[in-house]
């Protein structure tokens, strides 16, 4: 089995190749798609970096790329720095006629009553006309219990009349037990075996009975994600728990929604049905095994599963064009001058393109310098790292403004707006020509949102509201930066 290595050397600008055999899973035992024949192991020929030796790419149905924050580093101290991995589908993939499994979770607790489990119910039915036959779908509803209201169904014509009919007949009473409906549709998505699998969930309210905590609910969602599907969360108006919701999208690689009135229900609903249309891989993990001696300290808004001297981080499916990273803080022990191994990547993912599953990995190795000096900090990690800093900051700054300070929750924002414009200009000018408009694009993001922040904490904060009306702008500050921190951590 064919394996490129590249190793991210500066002073020798050497290129590394090896032979190795990987396996995340048994290929022997998946199962194509659309049920047929059995995956093919398939690997691709790589050309070498377009970045040179300071990184390794893959190419393919996921582009794959990595670097180190440092390409040399001083051989008589140890050393902090930076793996960053990042993934990306191919946006021109149209991916090879999956099945794919939409399950529909829909609060219908009391406080839905009215306009909101109306939108709830005509988005969810918008969504099962717009799905093809043959697709499958389910639908939970929970409030005080969850109930499997439409098992995991193969959608005709006839299935299809009777599962708008049951999802038009719900009615809103009773409290909220989120959990509940997770763990109901984890049973429901047990045995579909093959498909791309996607959960809609929707809640307009607080967890009131059930897991009631932000790592509780980080569990139950975490065995969703386990099984490869993708739960996106959707927020209704102002009084949901917008840490929890966006922390079970984050634990299954979804994405979490604001919406501050129901009516926007649909175009959420619509925006994710053409992202799964267009899945072009499915149960992608990326393994990062750590040479000896080099620690691992964080991996960086993700989960991941720690074994010895490898993390392995589920990616979960792809849409064409979807992207996430990998950010990983490693300890470098000091040594003798030279090359030193760092990292091999190792990524796997059903490629729905081609139909199979493809394994590629790559190492990185960094310099160990004996005159004591370090290499500039790569421009593509800073940006990284710098977002890394945003989405903890404005998350930081929300519970400030939560509890009653919105003066130092402005500070906050304020604080690394100011870091991330000193680190945007520095970075663009050390980047390189091709790298230096998508760089300025990333940090852009970074300052918008931190700009919307900043000018939402004006609002008196929940606590002091004088009304209705304020309480009300107060909140959708809170939900709207939860959702645009939770979108910078992809």
Not at 150 to 179: F, N, Q
Not at 188 to 204: K, N
Not at 472 to 487: H, I, P
Request: charged share 30%.
């Amino acid at each position: 089995m064919k394996v490129r290595t590249v190793a991210a050397l500066a002073a020798l600008g050497m290129t590394f190749t090896s032979l190795s055999v990987w396996s995340l899973t048994d290929p022997d035992k998946r199962v194509s798609p659309d049920g047929g024949e059995r995956w093919t192991e398939r690997r691709t020929p790589l050309p070498p970096p377009e970045d040179g030796p300071a990184g390794f790419e893959m190419r393919g149905t996921l582009g794959v790329t990595g670097r180190l924050a440092h390409t040399s580093l001083a051989s008589d101290r140890d050393s902090e720095t930076f793996v960053l991995v990042n993934v990306k589908a191919d946006d021109r993939g149209s991916g090879r006629r999956a099945e794919r499994h939409l399950s529909l979770v829909i609060d219908r607790s009391g406080s839905m009553q009215g306009k909101r489990l109306e939108n709830a119910v005509a988005a969810a039915r918008g969504a099962v006309e717009r799905l093809n036959d043959e697709d499958t779908v389910s639908v939970v509803e929970y409030a005080t219990n969850a109930r499997e209201l439409v098992p995991a169904t193969r959608l005709d014509t006839s299935s299809r009349l009777r599962i708008l009919g049951e999802i038009g007949r719900l009615t809103a009473s009773g409290d909220t037990c989120i959990s509940c409906a997770l763990d109901t549709t984890l049973a429901t998505m047990r045995g579909q075996r093959g498909a791309v699998e996607r959960v809609l969930l929707i809640s307009d309210g607080e967890a009131t009975t059930g897991i009631r905590d932000v790592d509780g609910m980080r569990r139950v969602a975490a065995s969703l994600g386990n099984m490869g599907a993708t739960v996106t969360t959707i927020g209704v108006d102002v009084d949901y728990n917008e840490r929890m919701m966006a922390a079970i999208a984050q634990e299954t690689n979804g994405r979490h929604y604001f919406v501050s009135s129901p009516e926007g229900l649909a175009r959420i609903f619509d925006e994710e049905l053409r992202g799964l249309e267009r899945t072009v891989a499915r149960d992608a993990r990326l393994e990062l095994e750590f040479a000896p001696g080099v620690e691992l300290e964080e991996i960086v808004d993700r989960s991941f599963e720690r074994q010895s001297s490898r993390a392995v981080v589920p990616l979960g499916a792809f849409a064409a064009g979807e992207e996430r990273t990998v950010l990983a803080r490693v300890r470098i022990p000091r040594g003798a001058s030279g090359e030193r191994d760092v990292v091999t990547a190792r990524i796997a993912y059903d490629d729905l393109d081609s139909g199979s599953r493809t394994r590629d990995d790559a190492r990185l190795a960094v310099h160990l310098t004996s005159d004591g000096s370090s290499s500039p900090f790569d421009p593509i990690v800073k940006e990284r790292v710098d977002r890394s800093g945003t989405v903890s900051a404005l998350g930081e700054a929300n519970r400030l403004f939560e509890s009653g300070d919105a003066e130092a929750a402005r500070r906050r924002v304020k604080d690394e707006l100011d870091k991330v414009q000193s680190g945007r200009s520095q970075a663009v000018a050390a980047a390189s020509a091709p790298q230096k408009r998508a760089l300025d694009e990333s940090f852009a993001r970074q300052e918008a949102a931190l700009g919307s922040a900043l000018g939402g904490f004006a609002e008196p904060p929940p606590a002091a509201a004088p009304d209705a009306v304020t309480l009300k702008k107060s909140k959708s500050v809170l939900t709207q930066t939860q959702a645009e921190a939770t979108d910078l951590a992809r």
